[in-house]
């Protein structure tokens, strides 16, 4: 039954979905520190065969999303979000005991399949309270206080390395899980009544598929989300190799990673407090135009400077790009929501599993290239700026004006 208890107020509600949403970010980042032991422990055979510990992570989430989505709306939020949690649990314990590459790549995968529950729940949650701007600043202000997660979650890996070693970690990760689940428990009542449940089935995912796809807003702005998501996570596959390998930063290398993640945080915090007026779409263009010059002007003077840059300049550089970022996220997946209120859960889950299934293969095939300079991550930010430029004007044209948010 539908909790009749009073939920948190906004403060707090904002503080528990960024703190359900962070564990995706904890999985992703904390990680990066222990890369190199992991590939020695573990017998990884080409140096860039680490990267994947991150890309498998994100494409069992797309795995996931496709199916916790339907079930969230047939069984409630809650209960998803709960099941979601045990099979995360399940993959780090497959983590924490693998003796081989291979296993921990599996018990990654289980992992991303595990956090896609409480992901695809948690945006169908919101959804079913706000929409349009509302949803656009509710999911800002969530991810303001969601990156500085990322912005220390590097540093906690590595503190716990200097003390134990990886396996140590994927435990973190589950009390985490815990801790969060039962404050979620505690606080937040069921937020899709019975009456408007609706029963499982292959074919309602196939239709929602169909909608999403047939729907050129939420196609347009799904793919552009896709496109943005591989820019995060190609810098994250090669952060490790870029700040450790070519600047020799050793340990500190995650104290740069932070403060490049508070950049998302600062964007999206700002972005919540201007959406209303300005809008989504005209600061969504604004973004990713100046992402694109931006990583056009570094990509000619890292190409100039023989794929060395500074590292100030790459500090710089990168640090307005992902503010640009933060500015995009939030309103591109609101976009993209806006015309399919009566699917919540299932919109939710196909726009979230493409956005990874979208992602995660661009960031394998970047980080693959990585080769010891920064261009091959240069070159995909400027294809990938432009691809989304691209995908926005596509949906916005030839799209019906009535049927368009604001």
């Keep these: 039954m539908l909790s009749k208890k009073r939920g948190p107020g906004y403060r707090e509600f ?5 703190v359900m949403i962070s564990i995706t970010a904890l999985s992703i980042d904390m990680m990066l520190p222990a890369f190199p032991d992991i590939a020695r422990d573990l017998k990884a055979l080409h140096p860039n065969d680490i990267q994947l510990i991150i890309s498998v992570l994100i494409l069992g989430m797309g795995i996931g999303q496709i199916l ?3 079930l969230s709306d047939c069984f409630g ?6 099941i979601g949690f045990l099979i995360f649990t399940l993959g780090c314990l497959l983590s924490i005991f693998s003796t081989n590459f291979e ?3 599996v018990g990654r995968i289980i992992q991303g399949i595990g956090v896609a529950g409480p992901r695809t729940a948690i945006v169908a949650l919101i959804r079913d309270q706000y929409d349009g701007r509302a949803m656009a600043r509710i999911m800002s202000s969530i991810m303001a206080i969601f ?3 990322p912005a220390i979650a590097p540093a906690l890996g590595q503190i716990i390395l200097l003390r134990t070693n990886w396996r140590v970690i994927f435990g973190v990760l589950m009390l985490q899980g815990l801790l969060a689940l039962t404050w979620f428990t505690i606080r937040q009542p069921e937020t899709l009544p019975p009456h408007l449940r609706i029963p499982f089935s292959v074919p309602r995912i196939f239709n929602g598929l169909y909608e999403v796809c047939t729907n050129r807003l939420s196609l347009g702005y799904t793919i552009a989300s896709g496109f943005m998501s591989g820019v995060l996570l190609s810098y994250l596959n090669c952060a490790q190799q870029i700040f450790q390998e070519i600047y020799h930063l050793g340990r500190q290398f995650p104290f740069y990673m932070g ?10 915090f700002v972005n919540s407090r201007i959406v209303m007026r300005f809008g989504m779409r005209s600061l969504s263009y604004q973004a990713v135009l100046f992402f694109i010059i931006l990583m056009t002007f570094y990509l000619i003077i890292t190409l100039q400077m023989g794929g060395y840059s500074p590292l100030w300049l790459l500090l710089l550089c990168f640090m307005l790009s992902f503010f640009c970022l933060g500015i995009i996220f939030g309103n591109l997946n609101a976009i993209a929501m806006k015309p399919l209120g009566h699917i919540a859960g299932v919109g939710a889950a196909v726009i979230g599993s493409l956005t990874s299934l979208i992602s995660s293969p661009i960031s394998m095939v970047i980080g693959r290239y ?3 300079t920064t261009i091959p991550l240069a070159w995909g930010f400027v294809i990938l ?3 989304t430029a691209a995908a926005m004007y596509w949906a916005d044209n030839f799209q019906p004006k009535a049927g368009q948010s604001k």
């Design 370 to 372: 990585y080769n010891g």
């Design 68 to 70: 916790f989505g339907p």
């Design 14 to 18: 904002v503080t528990l979905m960024a």
């Design 259 to 268: 403060f490049l993640a508070l950049a998302v945080g600062g964007a999206s």
């Design 103 to 105: 296993t921990m790549l």
């Design 385 to 387: 700026g432009i691809s």
């Design 77 to 82: 939020r809650k209960p998803i979000i709960f």
């Design 147 to 149: 990156i500085f997660v």
